[in-house]
């Protein structure tokens, strides 16, 4: 197995710089994260290539690094049993099943607010063209109480990162290579692999799911990082499942 970069993880590295410096420089990164960024669907900034584009944005300089280390560090051994095309294929759709995962995710939080607002007398229409308007109804406080936020940072959330293809990456890294040893930099106890990966799975979906952020911001979209996760073991099983372990595609 050759040792060093490989030609996929490289390309990936520098588009993603490339669009981090476009970010930095041009509108004070505004711009960019208006075009690039992935909104949710019923926000009008919302369109189509961005389910694409979000995983190669990145919110700042500790962001970008971290997820290139791990692109780096994970990717370049998955890369070197897959072949560039296979890899390639497999971040692409890891990142895309993290997308659907927290926009499905963030649908749940919004359609209760929404639901519970239509019972209360108010119309549909009225609601979404408010929430587009950046502005929200006073009166919608004491209809959706503790729910209110969640409603609104719903509809309002932008997704960027490529943390979650790398999450399917780094299942993919703990099914080929289980007793590796990993650790996390401010826990530094070497930790096999299929043990270490699932735990960190499992914190994801804990935070997710309670609000809890226990290790990474709390702006972080978790419900991505385990939809990437998921993507990438369901891939890794069928294609295991279907090629008798002949992983590459040639």
Do not use: C
């Not at 197995?1 to 993880?9: F, P, S």
């Amino acid at each position: 197995m050759r040792q060093g970069i490989t030609d996929a993880v490289k390309h990936l590295l520098i588009i993603n710089v490339l669009m981090f410096i476009g970010t930095m420089a041009i509108g004070n990164g505004e711009s960019f994260y208006e075009w690039f960024a992935l909104y949710f669907p019923k926000n009008l900034m919302f369109q189509p290539w961005q389910v694409l584009t979000h995983m190669f944005m990145h919110g700042g300089v500790t962001h970008i690094l971290f997820n290139m280390f791990a692109l780096w560090m994970f990717g370049t051994a998955v890369e070197q049993i897959f072949g560039w095309k296979k890899f390639l294929a497999f971040y692409l759709l890891s990142g895309f099943g993290a997308a659907i995962i927290q926009v499905a995710f963030l649908y749940f939080q919004y359609n209760s607010g929404l639901t519970t607002l239509m019972e209360s007398g108010i119309s549909q229409t009225e609601i979404v063209s408010i929430l587009n308007e950046g502005k929200y109804n006073t009166a919608w406080q004491s209809i959706l109480g503790n729910n209110l936020d969640s409603f609104l940072g719903a509809f309002n959330s932008t997704m960027v990162g490529a943390s979650g293809a790398i999450m399917g990456v780094l299942v993919a890294f703990g099914m080929l290579f289980p007793e590796s040893k990993l650790m996390l930099i401010f826990l530094p106890i070497p930790i096999k692999a299929k043990y270490f990966i699932p735990a960190i799975i499992a914190l994801d979906l804990f935070s997710g799911l309670t609000g809890q952020s226990i290790f990474s911001p709390s702006n972080t979209a978790y419900m991505a990082h385990v939809g990437g996760a998921l993507t990438g073991f369901l891939l890794m099983y069928f294609w295991k499942k279907n090629e008798k372990d002949k992983y590459r595609w040639n």
